[in-house]
């Protein structure tokens, strides 16, 4: 089937209410918070913290990209995409879940939305699918929970989108293992401008952030905070750098960019050493203005109506 176009859901991930399923494990509710730097305002959010979720899997194959703008996807094939609910505006994009089945389990990464599935269904990539079932089963029960500090795939890289200038900046964050809470630009020393998520998974700065090359600070959901700096006004280009999101030492950024599948140099850049620290409390960033994209073909069984539970998020408008 021919995935619809994207609908924006208002339910934090992974929201225990569930059309048609059920929760395995209630989840702990704690209220967490991240106090905004400069240009920005501080907000909190309901977060469920380790839920299991008992529903329903498919498969699909990807065509292009998925919703969260990744350019490639992970190396080994292991992706998922959530249902809006769940997928929250790419509040949940670059986390990880631990999907059981009934043949065994499978690590995924969260890079796709499945604009037809309710909240508890959710589509692995057949890679994914059949780690758990057979793919001639099309619809298998499952529960799956979101997983903190995964095993890294690859440093932290970050990619400017096209059409990014000194007046306007798009930035995506891969690699980063637990979904990212906030982005930030150093427009001056000690000054930190708060980009805004789209729905897409870019942070935008909708005035610019200047001519480049930008320090980038990252904060992910589980409080990992990353400093990289060096990172060129290079539309199109992933920059990858020595940093990881959740480790220790000091390290250097970027080392190089790619461009598609080849990599190529792109000099020394900036070796000045990157600050790794651990932020307090993070909170998710609501997404910007939403953008169409081009919907994805799908090979699994048809989706089933679960319902379209929804719950107001404590943060944003």
Not at 226 to 240: A, K, Y
């Amino acid at each position: 089937m021919v995935r619809g176009r994207r609908r924006r859901g208002n339910a934090r991930w992974p929201w225990p209410v569930l059309g048609g399923a059920g929760v395995a494990a209630a989840a702990v509710v704690a209220v967490i918070g991240i106090g905004q730097a400069t240009g920005g305002q501080a907000c909190a959010a309901t977060v469920p913290a380790a839920a299991t979720v008992t529903g329903t899997a498919t498969h699909y194959v990807l065509a292009g990209t998925g919703n969260c703008s990744y350019p490639t996807p992970p190396a080994d094939g292991l992706f998922v995409a959530l249902s809006p609910p769940e997928y929250d505006n790419a509040a949940a994009c670059g986390g990880y879940v631990e999907v059981s089945g009934p043949d065994g389990s499978v690590r995924a990464e969260v890079i796709d939305q499945c604009p037809p599935c309710a909240a508890g269904h959710i589509d692995l990539s057949e890679a994914a699918f059949s780690r758990i079932a057979p793919l001639s089963a099309g619809l298998v029960s499952v529960t799956y929970r979101p997983v903190t500090d995964p095993p890294l795939p690859a440093p932290v890289a970050l990619r400017v989108k096209e059409g990014s200038s000194r007046y306007w900046l798009a930035l995506l964050a891969m690699n980063t293992g637990n979904p990212l809470a906030a982005v930030q630009v150093e427009t001056a020393p000690g000054r930190w401008l708060d980009l805004a998520r789209a729905d897409y998974d870019y942070w935008i700065a909708s005035s610019g952030a200047g001519a480049g090359p930008f320090t980038v600070r990252l904060t992910d959901t589980a409080g990992h905070q990353v400093t990289v700096r060096g990172i060129g006004l290079d539309p199109g280009v992933v920059q990858t750098t020595r940093t990881p999101m959740y480790d220790t030492g000091t390290e250097t950024a970027p080392i190089s960019a790619t461009s598609g599948a080849t990599p190529t140099e792109n000099g020394p850049a900036s070796r000045s050493p990157v600050r790794r620290q651990h932020a307090p409390k993070p909170a998710a960033i609501d997404s910007a203005t939403p953008v169409s994209r081009i919907p994805r073909q799908a090979t699994a069984a048809p989706a089933r109506a679960l319902g379209n539970p929804s719950a107001t998020s404590s943060c944003g408008p």
